[in-house]
């Protein structure tokens, strides 16, 4: 049974054999070493064989060259399986050179003391695994008939990896403290600053808000914050996640050493995700041969196997995992990097079967070639990455965007009225804290939300119906919130820096995402109002780009009807030298065009069914980007069906009101089971009272992560409809009509003028 403890999972004996036995076996292949883990070869012996091998300074001649550490050692499962390899190794070579079984063990018994433990390093920071680690490694080598006749100490430590050896100070406040473990502490120090390891081996814990935040370890990851040799401007704190942090450690540790291998399990995140677009360059950098196998089974991003049926996780959490073997070796034996990556999906017991039985080579996989920008571990159809690349990143086409507002408690900041947000927010300012809690079931903090802070914003300042603002919750979804603006508030993170050009101001934004991680790129919705932070998709984080800048209204209080666009002059430069306009001069737009046109240009190419699907692999890595014309008909041609998009996202076309759909049933019906059978979108389990004439293409329409004319229901469960409701409903059936017309009419149009991309520029 797979148990958790401090985010570190007890891992399956066939992902840990697999792991170990490859690090065996890339010791025997590529160092050159006949008994692999269990050799004894000397760094001094090694230099012999390899003449061009260096010995790092710091290291001795006559230092056993296989050196194994785990850093997360856990309950010793790793270094478990590294005694019960190298007795198999050793017991099948004692064999062939005809050693009887009692002159085996007592070459075992001799073995273990001078070659197998001092080369066998783990770290563990809690107390429970640590001695668990202890008793496991002894009982393993009790099996395997080891005496125990030597004073020879078992080489796991109780201390955190992520932090540096402890200075004087920091000892001796050590051994006031805690004197029967100070040896302990003094021990392990004197590992971390001189011993040098050539394998790193483990399972780390994954945590996407790391604990470790001390200096040392937030630094750690500075190193994977670079691109190409520039600085990267994330803001997301994926990169401080415990299993990064790790990473960086054996990283660090085989760089310390100038040779070595990891094999680690991992989160697979690092594989393709952006964010870690600089950690994968620095790894490219560093080593020079990959294995990664993507285990998959992340049902956050509901993945299935080939054949579309569940792929199972080889743990029992949410997050797919990796398993990540990386060589530096001191002979190039490859005439470049080769990086190879296999994929398993389907049930545990077929991954397990399929680690138990493979080798390193026998695995099937396939070579990958990581190139820049995002240096990705990961397959990637390249037919039209040159036409991608080539356009104007939507981030580089406008001055600012940002992530939508985070609440942190929608059950309690968002609401379906302004009244009923009203009425919550008075209640919870006038109770004490733990009444709060109770009532509005606010069980633990979060990093960007505490009760105590909540209440005191609210408190803080005089209460007001003005602070009721209407948000952009789903597609066609508004809700409403407290707005105070204030950061780690009643609203974890406000976003006031952008949304103050949306509150209260004529005003369009685009919401989209940086990545699609479930799906194809579907995912733009406009507003004119604020918008939260997975307004178009509840897996990625969204970003807002406003059409228009309030220059001097950067908080809530302060105004200045004055605006700008939001363009860059390098994009709109670009477009004017296209369409061969010449700029007019108060705002830098191409004569005759106004910004709501480029606004609406951008929106239809976003909404163009071609366009999504042509650069469908690199829209899930990044910003839209957008391809300009050179053709001024196009482009107006292009605007105008963005501007009736637009029009009828914002819920404002004439056409809305052209209803396709009559309801039948109560008239008062309380949402229970949304379906949809016969053109009908039914909303109770009898099939009783629904919406008539809603065509399967409609029903299944999706606007990002969200199948809209389901979400909008389903998220009203238990609610009872009002006839504002109904014709709201009616309203959105039609929009997302007209939308399925108006995408087939921007390839149509596009068409005309040439196709994808000949209708655009290179």
Same mark, same amino acid.
């Given at each position: 049974?797979?148990?958790?403890?401090?985010?570190?999972?007890?891992?399956?004996?066939?992902?840990?054999?697999?792991?170990?036995?490859?690090?065996?076996?890339?010791?025997?292949?590529?160092?050159?070493?006949?008994?692999?883990?269990?050799?004894?070869?000397?760094?001094?012996?090694?230099?012999?064989?390899?003449?061009?091998?260096?010995?790092?300074?710091?290291?001795?001649?006559?230092? /056993?060259?296989?050196?194994?550490?785990?850093?997360?050692?856990?309950? !010793? #499962?790793? *270094? $478990?399986?590294?005694?019960? @390899? +190298?007795?198999?190794?050793?017991?099948?070579?004692?064999?062939?050179?005809?050693?009887?079984?009692?002159?085996?063990?007592?070459?075992?018994?001799?073995?273990?003391?001078?070659?197998?433990?001092?080369?066998?390093?783990?770290?563990?920071?809690?107390?429970?695994?640590?001695?668990?680690?202890?008793?496991?490694?002894?009982?393993?080598?009790?099996?395997?008939?080891?005496?125990?006749?030597?004073?020879?100490?078992?080489?796991?430590?109780?201390?955190?990896?992520?932090?540096?050896?402890?200075?004087?100070?920091?000892?001796?406040?050590?051994?006031?403290?805690?004197?029967?473990?100070?040896?302990?502490?003094?021990?392990?120090?004197?590992?971390?600053?001189?011993?040098?390891?050539?394998?790193?081996?483990?399972?780390? /814990?994954?945590?996407?808000?790391?604990?470790?935040?001390?200096?040392? !370890? #937030?630094? *750690? $990851?500075?190193?994977?914050? @670079? +691109?190409?040799?520039?600085?990267?401007?994330?803001?997301?704190?994926?990169?401080?996640?415990?299993?990064?942090?790790?990473?960086?450690?054996?990283?660090?540790?085989?760089?310390?050493?100038?040779?070595?291998?990891?094999?680690?399990?991992?989160?697979?995140?690092?594989?393709?995700?952006?964010?870690?677009?600089?950690?994968?360059?620095?790894?490219?950098?560093?080593?020079?041969?990959?294995?990664?196998?993507?285990?998959?089974?992340?049902?956050?991003?509901?993945?299935?196997?080939?054949?579309?049926?569940?792929?199972?996780?080889?743990?029992?959490?949410?997050?797919?995992?990796?398993?990540?073997?990386?060589?530096?070796?001191?002979?190039?034996?490859?005439?470049?990097?080769?990086?190879?990556?296999?994929?398993?999906?389907?049930?545990?017991?077929?991954?397990?079967?399929?680690?138990?039985?493979?080798?390193?080579?026998?695995?099937?996989?396939?070579? +990958?070639?990581?190139?820049?920008?995002?240096?990705?571990?990961?397959?990637?159809?390249?037919?039209?990455?040159?036409?991608?690349?080539?356009?104007?990143?939507?981030?580089?086409?406008?001055?600012?965007?940002?992530?939508?507002?985070?609440?942190?408690?929608?059950?309690?900041?968002?609401?379906?009225?302004?009244?009923?947000?009203?009425?919550?927010?008075?209640?919870?300012?006038?109770?004490?804290?733990?009444?709060?809690?109770?009532?509005?079931?606010?069980?633990?903090?979060?990093?960007?939300?505490?009760?105590?802070?909540?209440?005191?914003?609210?408190?803080?300042?005089?209460?007001?119906?003005?602070?009721?603002?209407?948000?952009?919750?789903?597609?066609?979804?508004?809700?409403?919130?407290?707005?105070?603006?204030?950061?780690?508030?009643?609203?974890?993170?406000?976003?006031?820096?952008?949304?103050?050009?949306?509150?209260?101001?004529?005003?369009?934004?685009?919401?989209?995402?940086?990545?699609?991680?479930?799906?194809?790129?579907?995912?733009?919705?406009?507003?004119?109002?604020?918008?939260?932070?997975?307004?178009?998709?509840?897996?990625?984080?969204?970003?807002?780009?406003?059409?228009?800048?309030?220059?001097?209204?950067?908080?809530?209080?302060?105004?200045?009807?004055?605006?700008?666009?939001?363009?860059?002059?390098?994009?709109?430069?670009?477009?004017?030298?296209?369409?061969?306009?010449?700029?007019?001069?108060?705002?830098?737009?191409?004569?005759?065009?106004?910004?709501?046109?480029?606004?609406?240009?951008?929106?239809?190419?976003?909404?163009?069914?071609?366009?999504?699907?042509?650069?469908?692999?690199?829209?899930?890595?990044?910003?839209?980007?957008?391809?300009?014309?050179?053709?001024?008909?196009?482009?107006?041609?292009?605007?105008?069906?963005?501007?009736?998009?637009?029009?009828?996202?914002?819920?404002?076309?004439?056409?809305?009101?052209?209803?396709?759909?009559?309801?039948?049933?109560?008239?008062?019906?309380?949402?229970?089971?949304?379906?949809?059978?016969?053109?009908?979108?039914?909303?109770?389990?009898?099939?009783?009272?629904?919406?008539?004439?809603?065509?399967?293409?409609?029903?299944?329409?999706?606007?990002?992560?969200?199948?809209?004319?389901?979400?909008?229901?389903?998220?009203?469960?238990?609610?009872?409809?009002?006839?504002?409701?109904?014709?709201?409903?009616?309203?959105?059936?039609?929009?997302?009509?007209?939308?399925?017309?108006?995408?087939?009419?921007?390839?149509?149009?596009?068409?005309?003028?040439?196709?994808?991309?000949?209708?655009?520029?290179?």
């Amino acid at each position: 049974k797979l148990k958790v403890q401090r985010g570190v999972f007890y891992t399956p004996q066939p992902v840990v054999s697999y792991i170990v036995r490859s690090v065996h076996e890339l010791l025997q292949t590529e160092f050159g070493l006949e008994d692999g883990l269990a050799s004894t070869v000397t760094w001094g012996e090694m230099q012999a064989r390899q003449p061009e091998l260096k010995i790092p300074e710091g290291i001795k001649a006559d230092s /056993p060259f296989v050196q194994i550490l785990d850093p997360a050692t856990g309950t !010793a #499962t790793f *270094l $478990v399986e590294v005694i019960s @390899v +190298i007795h198999r190794t050793l017991t099948a070579k004692w064999t062939m050179q005809r050693l009887t079984e009692r002159q085996q063990q007592a070459a075992w018994n001799e073995y273990v003391p001078k070659h197998l433990l001092p080369r066998l390093h783990g770290y563990e920071l809690m107390m429970a695994p640590y001695a668990i680690a202890h008793m496991k490694i002894g009982l393993k080598l009790h099996e395997t008939g080891y005496r125990f006749q030597s004073e020879e100490r078992v080489r796991v430590y109780l201390t955190n990896a992520l932090e540096p050896a402890s200075d004087a100070v920091k000892q001796q406040q050590f051994e006031a403290l805690a004197p029967a473990l100070a040896h302990e502490a003094m021990a392990v120090d004197e590992v971390k600053r001189n011993q040098r390891f050539t394998v790193v081996i483990g399972n780390p /814990p994954y945590s996407g808000v790391s604990s470790n935040n001390s200096d040392y !370890a #937030t630094h *750690l $990851v500075d190193a994977y914050k @670079v +691109i190409d040799g520039d600085r990267l401007n994330e803001k997301k704190l994926w990169l401080q996640d415990d299993y990064v942090k790790f990473l960086r450690v054996a990283q660090m540790t085989v760089e310390s050493t100038s040779y070595g291998i990891i094999g680690f399990i991992t989160n697979h995140g690092y594989l393709d995700n952006p964010t870690f677009r600089g950690m994968r360059q620095n790894f490219l950098n560093t080593f020079q041969w990959f294995q990664v196998i993507d285990l998959h089974g992340n049902t956050k991003k509901k993945e299935l196997t080939p054949d579309g049926k569940p792929d199972i996780n080889v743990f029992d959490i949410q997050q797919g995992v990796a398993i990540s073997l990386f060589l530096r070796p001191f002979k190039m034996n490859y005439p470049h990097m080769l990086l190879v990556r296999g994929d398993l999906f389907g049930s545990r017991e077929e991954k397990y079967r399929i680690l138990a039985k493979s080798s390193l080579q026998s695995l099937s996989t396939i070579s +990958i070639y990581p190139n820049s920008p995002f240096y990705l571990f990961a397959a990637q159809d390249q037919t039209n990455r040159q036409d991608f690349d080539l356009m104007f990143s939507l981030s580089d086409a406008t001055k600012i965007h940002s992530v939508g507002v985070v609440t942190a408690r929608d059950h309690l900041t968002i609401a379906f009225d302004p009244e009923e947000i009203w009425n919550r927010v008075q209640q919870f300012a006038n109770m004490d804290e733990d009444e709060a809690r109770n009532k509005f079931e606010l069980r633990n903090d979060v990093r960007d939300w505490k009760v105590s802070l909540a209440q005191a914003d609210i408190r803080s300042n005089l209460l007001s119906k003005k602070k009721i603002k209407p948000i952009l919750y789903r597609p066609f979804d508004t809700r409403f919130v407290y707005y105070t603006g204030v950061n780690k508030g009643f609203i974890g993170q406000p976003a006031v820096a952008i949304m103050s050009h949306m509150i209260d101001m004529q005003n369009i934004g685009l919401m989209t995402t940086r990545k699609v991680e479930i799906g194809m790129f579907c995912h733009a919705i406009c507003s004119k109002i604020m918008t939260e932070s997975h307004s178009v998709s509840l897996k990625e984080i969204n970003y807002l780009f406003p059409l228009w800048i309030y220059p001097y209204k950067n908080s809530l209080t302060s105004h200045q009807e004055k605006k700008m666009h939001n363009f860059t002059p390098h994009f709109l430069q670009k477009i004017a030298q296209v369409l061969r306009i010449p700029q007019q001069d108060e705002y830098s737009l191409p004569t005759g065009i106004n910004a709501e046109d480029i606004f609406y240009y951008i929106y239809s190419i976003l909404h163009s069914p071609t366009y999504r699907t042509r650069y469908a692999e690199f829209l899930k890595m990044d910003f839209p980007r957008l391809p300009l014309t050179s053709s001024l008909d196009l482009f107006r041609a292009l605007s105008k069906i963005g501007g009736e998009l637009v029009s009828l996202h914002l819920m404002e076309s004439s056409k809305l009101d052209q209803h396709l759909t009559a309801y039948t049933g109560s008239a008062a019906p309380v949402v229970d089971k949304v379906s949809w059978a016969n053109d009908t979108v039914w909303l109770d389990k009898k099939q009783s009272c629904g919406f008539i004439g809603i065509p399967e293409n409609v029903w299944n329409f999706h606007i990002g992560g969200y199948q809209v004319c389901h979400k909008w229901l389903k998220d009203r469960k238990g609610r009872t409809l009002t006839a504002e409701d109904f014709n709201h409903y009616h309203r959105i059936v039609v929009a997302l009509s007209e939308t399925i017309r108006l995408m087939t009419e921007i390839d149509e149009v596009i068409e005309q003028y040439g196709g994808w991309p000949g209708a655009f520029i290179s």
